[in-house]
Nanobody, 117 residues
Framework: QVQLVESGGGFVQAGGSLTLSCVSS????????MGWYRQAPGERRNVVAT???????QYEDSVKGRFTISRDDAKNTVYLRMNSLSPDDTGVYYC???????????WGQGTQVTVSS
């Protein structure tokens, strides 16, 4: 069972920056996909950014050019650097891991990000 623990959320003014971290209890090298999802109040959980273990990185359109996802397999950690934050970025950010075999998905407990205008 992979356990994911997020940190780095908080309260920031519009235009500010935050860096989220997600530490895995197990080696993430074999983890095919790691990523970040966001759930705004009253909305569904949606993908923000993903990074595969072969280097493919994808971003949701609204965060392109502002957010950067990175994996440090040696530290079993995935990061999300968020710049130029806006109130629309407010929500609970969840770390996600998809293991290819045996096939299973894992989620962190979430970290709150609040951006004031």
């Amino acid at each position: 069972q992979v356990q994911l623990v997020e940190s780095g959320g908080g309260f920031v003014q519009a235009g500010g920056s935050l860096t989220l971290s997600c530490v895995s209890s197990e080696n993430i090298g074999p983890i095919q996909v790691m990523g970040w999802y966001r759930q705004a109040p009253g909305e569904r959980r949606n993908v923000v950014a993903t990074a595969t273990n072969d280097g493919d990185i994808q971003y949701e359109d609204s965060v392109k050019g502002r957010f950067t996802i990175s994996r440090d397999d040696a530290k079993n950690t995935v990061y999300l650097r968020m710049n130029s934050l806006s109130p629309d970025d407010t929500g609970v950010y969840y770390c996600y891991a998809a293991r290819a075999w045996p096939r299973e998905d894992f989620w962190g407990q979430g970290t709150q990000v609040t951006v004031s205008s």
